[in-house]
């Protein structure tokens, strides 16, 4: 029997979202489109996974809102994702799993969060420690750490080793 992806028994808020992001590899296409990444091959290279997954997790996320399909070119006809604001509210989400991650199971960080007006790091619950504010996502800038490969294959990670506005869109040439 195939496993479901409800949780039918469960009354609980986190039951419910992970009914919509908790199968594999679904948070990091979110991740990637909050990164910037629009273009399904730019997904395909940076996550190196089956594009029938791929395609698979594209569907759910458009249907419930996440991601939002833009026809960008019509001959031939080539669709970008676009992540909305229904997707962007899982920044935080994805930021609490990045702190625990680096604290939890790393010796070092791979990137860094800071914020784009003042330059300073983000605190682990994505505030501005200067500025005394909550950064909105597009005002975070993604800093690459030490940890990082520095001649890695896929075009968006080598676009990730340099300082990256969030949102802001991904332009490796692929479509
Ligand atoms: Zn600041």
């Given at each position: 029997?195939?496993?479901?992806?409800d949780y039918?028994?469960?009354?609980?808020s986190i039951?419910?979202a992970?009914?919509v992001?908790?199968?594999?590899?679904t948070l990091?296409?979110?991740?990637?489109?909050i990164?910037?990444?629009?273009?399904?091959?730019?997904?395909?290279?940076?996550?190196g996974?089956?594009?029938?997954?791929?395609?698979?997790?594209l569907?759910?996320?458009t249907?419930?809102?996440?991601?939002?399909k833009?026809r960008?070119?019509?001959?031939p006809?080539r669709?970008?994702?676009?992540?909305t604001?229904r997707?962007?509210?899982?920044w935080?989400?994805?930021?609490a799993?990045a702190?625990?991650?680096?604290?939890?199971?790393?010796?070092?960080r791979?990137?860094?969060?800071?914020h784009v007006?003042?330059?300073t790091?983000?605190a682990?619950?994505g505030?501005c420690?200067?500025?005394?504010?909550s950064v909105?996502?597009?005002?975070?800038?993604?800093?690459?750490?030490?940890?990082?490969?520095?001649d890695?294959a896929?075009?968006?990670?080598r676009?990730?080793?340099?300082p990256?506005r969030?949102l802001?869109?991904?332009e490796t040439?692929?479509s």
């Amino acid at each position: 029997m195939a496993l479901g992806k409800d949780y039918a028994t469960q009354q609980c808020s986190i039951a419910r979202a992970l009914e919509v992001v908790g199968e594999r590899w679904t948070l990091l296409v979110v991740r990637d489109a909050i990164y910037g990444v629009r273009r399904y091959n730019d997904f395909l290279t940076h996550l190196g996974i089956p594009r029938a997954v791929l395609s698979a997790r594209l569907k759910t996320l458009t249907e419930e809102g996440i991601l939002e399909k833009r026809r960008y070119q019509e001959a031939p006809p080539r669709d970008e994702y676009v992540v909305t604001d229904r997707g962007i509210a899982l920044w935080p989400a994805l930021r609490a799993l990045a702190v625990w991650g680096h604290e939890q199971l790393m010796d070092h960080r791979l990137r860094h969060l800071r914020h784009v007006e003042c330059g300073t790091e983000l605190a682990p619950n994505g505030e501005c420690p200067s500025c005394g504010t909550s950064v909105p996502v597009a005002d975070v800038l993604l800093m690459p750490g030490t940890g990082l490969d520095p001649d890695p294959a896929d075009p968006v990670s080598r676009a990730l080793l340099k300082p990256k506005r969030l949102l802001e869109p991904i332009e490796t040439g692929q479509s």
